[in-house]
């Protein structure tokens, strides 16, 4: 493969090959998220209503695992651009080394924790002991979890989206066969409930790994995970940090997010809970894709920066943009012409259903201007400023949606907190125009 193309081809065919093999894997992810849910809720509403408080953790060790592959990614990019081929193989190597040593502590963290954490939301012993037998499992795999995601974002710093798709779509592909025979037990398989859930979950992130190493194995890649380049350096590792603690942050607030809006729903019935957790799977098919659009991004932003090619970062930031925008659009179109059906695919209460479509007709009208916050953030982080786009996060997630939730709740109830979530985007949509073109000022990108 010729290694200088992303700063070759023109801008819109290079984006869209990046980034449709990554809406593609986010779509059949989102899927996987949907079908795993859906087969979850067949057993009781309590089981749906224990992966529901337990999603937030899941989203945490995902954050982790992204976040710091994130940092991961936009070194190898950048150093690929610049021609340092030497220091592309260091932030690969060393990168993985921190990755499995990530992995052993938030297995051990979060297995402790959750009991703990699940009786914070819930009363119900039944909703804790279902919620602690899906997290022991699901949460063995976390090294599993953190291997798979730096391969991916390893891969994606070379360029090697097809790679990522297939490893991806194997492996979800291969949970969502997994999850009915392992919950309600088929064949030489024994009915394991919300366990095999969990189990059919780690199986297809374990498929995903070998994937990667075969590949490896068969086709190498540009960088190189050596042994020689482990041997942590104090330089490569602050660049890696310095990327990966503000992305890892930037996915993990919307498990502060999700548990803090929890709290202020159970005051006033755990449906609006139900419903929150429900809500959260469908909005993968929205948001995952515009990830995808980041994700083949970011790379090309961090390989054209490095290389000094500004004009070009500008154009793809752009295009990326615009494509975001029409996926939004799309997803506000979905939630306003048939929100029952949405709901009705997660609970067979009419209660539920009727405030859950009530709460997607309310929370879809910040989805379109959501795209501007959505696509600076990625931008920044393949540009490196992983600070600056944390700023774009912490008013998505925190500084005004809490805030405005608390409040808004005090005079409308749970409705008020569904209206929470336009009213965060458009504040935050005009700091992330802000935040982002004064970075680029900043450092001579505009």
Not at 268 to 296: N, R
Request: with cysteine.
């Amino acid at each position: 493969m010729n290694e200088t193309f992303m700063k070759e081809r023109p801008v819109l065919p290079l984006l869209a090959s990046m980034a449709i093999p990554m809406v593609i894997s986010m779509l059949v992810n989102s899927l996987y998220n949907i079908v795993d849910s859906f087969y979850v809720a067949q057993i009781s509403e309590d089981a749906m209503s224990a992966l529901s408080l337990v999603y937030p953790v899941q989203n945490l060790i995902n954050a982790l695992a992204i976040g710091f592959g994130i940092g991961i990614n936009a070194a190898i990019a950048f150093y690929l651009g610049a021609g340092d081929q030497r220091k592309a193989d260091q932030a690969a190597s060393q990168g993985m080394l921190f990755s499995i040593l990530h992995g052993v502590v938030i297995m051990i963290a979060s297995i402790s924790v959750m009991p703990v954490f699940l009786g914070m939301f819930t009363s119900d012993s039944a909703i804790v002991d279902l919620g602690v037998q899906y997290s022991n499992i699901a949460f063995s795999f976390s090294i599993v979890i953190m291997v798979s995601l730096s391969f991916e974002k390893i891969f994606q710093a070379a360029g090697r989206m097809t790679v990522t798709m297939i490893a991806l779509l194997c492996g979800c592909i291969t949970n969502i066969i997994l999850d009915p025979v392992m919950i309600f037990g088929m064949g030489p398989f024994p009915e394991m409930g919300i366990r095999g859930a969990a189990l059919a979950t780690g199986i297809g992130q374990v498929l995903t790994v070998v994937i990667y190493l075969i590949v490896c194995a068969f086709r190498p890649l540009p960088v190189h995970i050596r042994k020689q380049d482990m041997k942590p350096d104090r330089q490569m590792a602050g660049r890696l940090y310095a990327v990966g603690i503000p992305a890892t942050l930037n996915l993990a607030l919307p498990s502060l997010l999700i548990s803090a809006l929890n709290g202020i729903l159970a005051a006033f019935s755990e449906t609006y809970v139900l419903i929150l957790g429900v809500y959260y799977k469908l909005q993968t098919f929205l948001y995952l894709p515009a990830s995808g659009v980041v994700q083949g991004m970011r790379p090309i932003i961090g390989y054209n920066y490095g290389a000094g090619q500004h004009k070009r970062v500008r154009s793809i930031y752009r295009a990326a943009l615009i494509m975001n925008l029409l996926i939004m659009a799309l997803g506000t179109v979905i939630c306003l012409a048939v929100p029952e059906h949405l709901m009705g695919l997660f609970s067979d209460s009419p209660e539920t259903i009727r405030e859950g479509a009530l709460a997607l007709r309310f929370i879809c009208a910040g989805f379109v201007v959501s795209a501007v916050s959505v696509t600076a953030s990625g931008a920044l982080e393949g540009l490196g400023k992983g600070a600056a786009s944390l700023v774009i996060s912490l008013c998505r997630y925190v500084a005004v949606i809490i805030p405005a939730a608390f409040l808004l709740s005090r005079f409308f109830g749970a409705e008020g907190v569904w209206n929470a979530f336009w009213v965060t985007e458009v504040f935050s949509s005009a700091a992330a125009w802000a935040v982002y073109r004064r970075t680029l000022r900043k450092n001579g990108v505009l």
